[in-house]
């Protein structure tokens, strides 16, 4: 059931004495700070409430966000149900170990901006013309009832999947909330460094690596980078390590799109892809059974590293007339 227009988080959980909230496997930003947000937003207004974040290994650089040390990332068998839980910035597939939990609940509720999510709950709010489920939050929480530690999660969620309100999924609105946001006065600046521009030395060694051993192809309008298993673990990277490299493969100027791609068994690898206007990315990775929005997306291959590219460009070159 859609129910966007009559939407209320607190009317939702009316009664609910244990509420569970998860993300995606390899949470990203907006993830993360989605269910930190959700999270205390519940928890100052339903203090009865038992409320967890349920989340697999959500990167350290959000740690300055408040209950980041309250994730709980081992998952038993033996939990009880929830009341409600939540399945934020994702759909079902992608929810991991949380399924369980999910499956297991009285009531569920999904909320989301990914335009390939068609909802998993009794009830959803999917809105893919919004920049991120961060602000889908935004919209729908009191603004009476938002502090500093709320408003500062938020904002890092927009932050983070707009690129710092750079890529197209930045709207007047995106940007009119965010200034609501930051009125609250945490340091955005500082916000912004740590969870959008931060690296560690093997993020910055191992994105060095990618950038120098890229390839650009279908007349230098594509690049591709890959880091097979040899070199994960000469490096001793995890998938968290990757954040931003394909980011940086698109700041190319002549890219329309860049692929990401790292093995994690012998011929399987993760893809991310990135793009300009011209080419919808999430159309290209729907159809090998990824998702994600116009010009970001992921999805999961099969195959040798160039069966895996030839596959890519043929449909890349169908949205470039090649």
């Known amino acids: 059931m859609d129910q966007k227009n009559s939407f209320d988080i607190l009317k939702e959980c009316e009664g609910a004495k244990k509420i569970g909230i998860s993300g995606h496997i390899r949470p990203d930003g907006d993830a993360v700070s989605s ?26 650089i959000f740690n300055d966000l408040w209950g980041y040390d309250d994730i709980v990332q081992e998952f ?26 999910f499956d297991k609940a009285k009531k569920t509720i999904n909320i989301d901006h990914h335009m390939t999510n068609t909802g998993c709950a009794d009830v959803n709010v999917v809105e893919p013309e919004v920049s991120a489920t ?3 939050l935004c919209k729908y929480m009191d603004k009476e009832k938002l502090d500093v530690e709320i408003a500062k999660a938020l904002y890092a969620g927009m932050v983070t999947d707009t690129g710092v309100f750079q890529y197209s999924c930045t709207s007047p609105d995106t940007m009119r909330r965010a200034a609501d946001l930051i009125a609250f006065g945490f340091d955005f600046s500082k916000l912004i460094k740590r969870v959008f521009f931060e690296k560690t030395y093997l993020q910055s060694q191992i994105m060095g690596r990618c950038m120098m051993e890229s390839v650009r192809f279908m007349d230098e309008r594509c ?29 190319i ?3 329309d799109v860049a692929i990401f791609m790292y093995q994690t068994a012998a011929q399987e690898f993760k893809v991310s892809l990135r793009s300009s206007e011209k080419v919808n990315v999430a159309k290209i990775a729907q159809q090998f059974g990824g998702g994600g929005h116009e010009r970001a997306a992921g999805l999961t291959m099969n195959g040798t590293f160039h069966d895996c590219v030839n596959n890519l ?10």
Do not use: H, W
């Not at 994960?232 to 940086?248: L, M």
């Not at 460009?313 to 090649?322: N, R, T, V």
């Open 35 to 60: 269910c930190l947000a959700l999270r205390r937003y519940l928890m100052n207004n339903m203090p009865e409430a038992k409320v967890v974040v349920n989340l697999e290994y959500p990167p350290s």
């Open 76 to 101: 038993p068998e033996d939990e009880e149900p929830y009341d409600v839980y939540f399945a934020l910035d994702c759909n079902y597939d992608r929810l991991g170990e949380a399924q369980k939990y």
């Open 134 to 136: 961060a602000e889908v």
């Open 223 to 251: 690049i591709v980078s890959l880091v097979d298993l040899k070199t994960a673990e000469f490096y001793g990277v995890k998938p968290k390590d990757y954040e931003g490299i394909v980011s940086q493969l698109n700041n």
């Open 253 to 255: 100027r002549g890219v």
């Open 313 to 322: 460009s043929d449909k890349i070159a169908e949205q470039l007339g090649d």
